[in-house]
């Protein structure tokens, strides 16, 4: 017999003897994403596409896995980076990128400008609301077929 | 000496004690996210979430298609640099929005507040 060690909790109904990982809410075995820091702010965005940046400092050494939203307040709806908003359905012209660069292993910079900026040169200045996720994981590739 | 009182737990072979906090499986010093609903989407109509708040979110597009702005298979969120990071679902209090659908969406949806 293994001289195993860990600990297990498993979903109701499910046996603590199951071979399928998935009938686990917890499993030694398995890492689970561990939440680092979060934050939210906003920030003003010019209407000439001037860019706005937002500098994190986490000081974790590596590049942390990232998840970052941002708000359209014209339409009240969250999205999530990198972005363009809202969606250009003929009619509708993306107004706002937002984007993310591991600026190095301690910080990340999050990007806000105006996309088309020829189009809305001249245009008022937006606010865009923000929130970010900053995991403990590092450099998680993104998931593909 | 510190009065810290939680739970870690290693993975096979570390030492709780001394390991890196990126290298437990779990720690009760850190939040994890939690699966509060997941829908699947084979329409662009909105679909009401329930949950009475904005939802941290991620999601996972299927396509068929292969043009300019479509990469054949599985992607998480919204596709890469050739198709512009365009944005393909939103969420507001009440519902979650697909503005573009490819042949299907599945959307994560959090515990999290996105608006607190």
Same mark, same amino acid.
């Given at each position: 017999?293994?001289?195993?060690?860990?600990?297990?909790?498993?979903?109701?109904?499910?046996?603590?003897?199951?071979?399928?990982?998935?009938?686990?809410?917890?499993?030694?075995?398995?890492?689970?994403?561990?939440?680092?820091?979060?934050?939210?702010?906003?920030?003003?965005?010019?209407?000439?596409?001037?860019?706005?940046?937002?500098?994190?400092?986490?000081?974790? #050494?590596?590049?942390?896995?990232?998840?970052?939203?941002?708000?359209?307040?014209?339409? #009240?709806?969250?999205?999530?980076?990198?972005?363009?908003?809202?969606?250009?359905?003929?009619?509708?012209?993306?107004?706002?990128?937002?984007?993310?660069?591991?600026?190095?292993?301690?910080?990340?910079?999050?990007?806000?400008?105006?996309?088309?900026?020829?189009?809305?040169?001249?245009?008022?200045?937006?606010?865009?609301?923000?929130?970010?996720?900053?995991?403990?994981?590092?450099?998680?590739?993104?998931?593909?077929? | 000496?510190?009065?810290?009182?939680?739970?870690?737990? #290693?993975?096979? #072979?570390?030492?709780?004690?001394?390991?890196?906090?990126?290298?437990?499986?779990?720690?009760?010093?850190?939040?994890?996210?939690?699966?509060?609903?997941?829908?699947?989407?084979?329409?662009?109509?909105?679909?009401?979430?329930?949950?009475?708040?904005?939802?941290?979110?991620?999601?996972?597009?299927?396509?068929?298609?292969?043009?300019?702005?479509?990469?054949?298979?599985?992607?998480?969120?919204?596709?890469?640099?050739?198709?512009?990071?365009?944005?393909?679902?939103?969420?507001?209090?009440?519902?979650?929005?697909?503005?573009?659908?490819?042949?299907?969406?599945?959307?994560?949806?959090?515990?999290?507040?996105?608006?607190?």
């Amino acid at each position: 017999m293994a001289n195993e060690f860990g600990i297990k909790i498993t979903l109701p109904n499910k046996s603590e003897n199951s071979s399928d990982p998935n009938d686990f809410t917890l499993h030694s075995s398995y890492n689970m994403w561990k939440v680092s820091s979060t934050g939210s702010g906003s920030v003003s965005v010019a209407g000439d596409g001037t860019e706005s940046d937002v500098t994190i400092t986490h000081n974790l #050494g590596y590049n942390p896995y990232f998840i970052v939203y941002a708000k359209d307040r014209t339409t #009240g709806r969250w999205h999530i980076g990198p972005v363009r908003f809202p969606r250009n359905d003929g009619t509708v012209i993306e107004r706002v990128c937002v984007g993310f660069t591991y600026t190095d292993v301690n910080t990340i910079t999050l990007s806000f400008y105006r996309t088309f900026d020829s189009i809305f040169a001249g245009n008022p200045t937006e606010t865009v609301d923000y929130k970010y996720y900053l995991f403990l994981e590092a450099e998680l590739a993104p998931w593909t077929s | 000496m510190s009065n810290k009182r939680g739970i870690k737990i #290693g993975r096979p #072979g570390l030492d709780v004690l001394t390991a890196a906090d990126k290298d437990l499986v779990w720690s009760s010093e850190f939040n994890t996210p939690k699966v509060a609903k997941i829908l699947h989407f084979t329409s662009t109509t909105p679909q009401a979430h329930g949950l009475g708040y904005v939802p941290a979110f991620i999601f996972m597009t299927h396509t068929d298609i292969v043009d300019a702005f479509d990469t054949e298979g599985w992607t998480l969120n919204n596709q890469g640099y050739t198709a512009g990071y365009v944005t393909t679902v939103s969420v507001d209090n009440s519902y979650v929005y697909c503005d573009y659908l490819g042949t299907e969406i599945y959307v994560i949806l959090f515990i999290d507040s996105l608006d607190e």
